[in-house]
């Protein structure tokens, strides 16, 4: 079945630095990816759609200079957090869609931490 | 806009118990996904629905895809330990994006 990797699981980053989570499509081609936030105890919430060789679509409220989204090829998206605050530690998701409205697979998450 | 709810906020139950959970909305979707996540990880797809009237298992889990187009139910039979984790239903709006309930909390007392 499909399987989507997400890169790093885990990273704790100081104030004022950048991360990038890394989302791979590892056994299809995936044009559209998606990004997901989730607070703890709390539903996933959509920040945006990667589109592969074009700019991403931010959702209303998201600052697309802050979250960096780039999907260079069918199997890559990147999310690059800058100049990241505390306020921005969440777990970031990933999800693949396999086309055709089939459903969307996720990857496991990544737990950021900003101190 | 539309809205999406999802319901109950939680469950504590027996296990063997049967479990029910449903999701509402005030618009109409062509396509309901079920979730389970488990603490730390991604969700990952149950059930996926796509015709009204549409009642589909997936061995313990069975869900239906409402009438109206505007409802989804999942149950969940016989419930173990291993059912612990949080539930979304996800329909598809256009776009082909997600949009994700509140989510049920399961909680499986052995």
């Known amino acids: 079945g499909a399987v989507v990797s997400q890169h790093p699981s885990r990273v704790i980053c100081k104030s004022g630095t950048s991360v990038k989570i890394e989302c791979r499509s590892l056994?299809?081609?995936?044009?559209?990816m998606f990004w997901y936030r989730q607070f703890p105890k709390q539903s996933l919430m959509l920040m945006a759609t990667?589109?592969?060789?074009?700019?991403?679509?931010?959702e209303q409220g998201v600052e697309k200079d802050k979250f960096l989204i780039n999907h260079a090829s069918l199997t890559l998206s990147t999310l690059t957090v800058t100049s990241a605050h505390p306020e921005d530690s969440s777990f970031y998701i990933c999800?693949?869609?396999?086309?055709?409205?089939?459903?969307?697979?996720f990857g496991s998450g990544t737990r950021l931490t900003v101190v | 806009g539309q809205q999406l709810n999802q319901s109950p906020q939680s469950m504590f139950i027996q296990e063997g118990e049967d479990v029910s959970m449903n999701c509402t909305s005030s618009?109409?979707?062509?396509?309901w996904l079920w979730y389970k996540q488990e603490p730390g990880e991604g969700p990952v797809l149950l059930i996926a629905?796509?015709?009204?009237?549409e009642l589909t298992s997936n061995g313990r889990l069975t869900a239906q895809f409402g009438i109206t187009r505007k409802d989804s139910f999942l149950n969940i039979s016989a419930s173990i330990p291993s059912d612990v984790g949080i539930y979304f239903c996800?329909?598809?709006?256009?776009?082909?994006?997600?949009?994700f309930g509140a989510g049920t909390i399961l909680r499986v007392k052995s």
């Open positions: 990667s589109n592969e060789g074009s700019k991403a679509t931010y």
């Open positions: 618009s109409i979707f062509n396509t």
């Open positions: 999800s693949a869609g396999t086309g055709g409205g089939y459903g969307y697979t």
């Open positions: 996800a329909p598809l709006e256009y776009g082909n994006k997600l949009v």
């Open positions: 056994d299809f081609q995936a044009t559209t």
């Open positions: 629905l796509y015709k009204a009237g």
